[in-house]
């Protein structure tokens, strides 16, 4: 089964064709400016047969707890995940009615916060009104494909059984979270009821006192509005030093600039104590997984976080990564492992379990008209 990939990040759009076995057939990534629906277009042509659109969704809200065709109910039940992810979901359901109306085939959602619907209740729990409770405030995690997938991948590495190990993930790239995974399964993790709780993240802040925010809001009369934005596009590493990207970040610091040498010494503080409290939702750690763009790229972020870390036993010594990858070998203690983002097969390999028992749908992979829905 050929499956068209459709991925919106914070700042991105990764589109891939994958195959049954979770190659890549074909692949394109756009930042900045380019127009994603006319992009998704183009690629879906070039792309020829395929045999269902998958489409990673932050929030699938209180209703959508894991894959799903999509239908008018469903694409209606989305609409209450916009103001849950504002920075993510509008621009992915943007591209999934672009591909109800052009591509034919069967369109599945696959939402992120499905991974975390196994963590109990009271880590889900925010200590709030039953009132606020019963309106649907509750932690609901974020990240869920690149946990599901690295959570597999990693017990390939190691040679173990995934529903044997327990191991903290950190996905860190323009959005960073951590979850503890027990037995394959999430037990709890740091984003919360929106992707804005937790760690320190390119441009938004992570955790900040909720005191803060209403002294800001009574003193210097900040609307939600301009909260919102500060939160989401002005925070973060931007905040602190101006710099979003890491690599920027890292090579500022090591030429002696005061703020970006504060921002990175931030960001590996607030992660590792983050990765610290997700352990103790653990019986035992067995692996610290790295992966997202930094979290596989940054030899920096990985070994000052891992020395941070030494008291969970985690090696002071790590290997070179080069792909998927065990960089600190368990000897004493937990082993320290990379591993590529691969959401994108994750998403084929739901949209493979949804249509299990349908068959697969082959034809041109476009055409002019809009389906009738």
Known sequence: MRVLAVNAGSSSLKLSVVDSNDRVEDEQQIDGNADPVATLRAFAARAGEVD???????????????ATVVDDEVRHQLDA?????????????????AARASIDRPQIVCVDTAFHASIPELATTYAVPAQWRAWGVRRYGFHGLSYAWASRRAAALLGRPADALHVVIAHIGSGVSACAVRDGRSVDTSMGFTPLEGAVMATRSGTVDPGALLWLQEHHGLTVEAMTSSLEHGSGLVGVCGFSDVRDVEREAAAGNAACIKALDVYVHVL???????????????????????GEHSALVRARVCARLSLLGLPDTLLAADGDAVIGPARSGPAVVVVTAREDAEMAREARQVLGGQGAVRGPATRGSAPDR
Request: net charge positive; no cysteine.
């Open 272 to 294: 590792s104590r983050v990765i610290g409290g997700l352990a103790t939702s653990l019986d035992r750690l067995d692996a610290l997984v790295f992966t997202g763009g930094v």
């Open 52 to 66: 269902a659109v998958a489409h990673r969704v932050v929030h699938g809200g209180a209703e959508i707890r894991r």
């Open 81 to 97: 995940a916009v103001a849950l992810a504002p920075l993510h979901v509008p621009a992915a359901l943007a591209l999934l009615d």
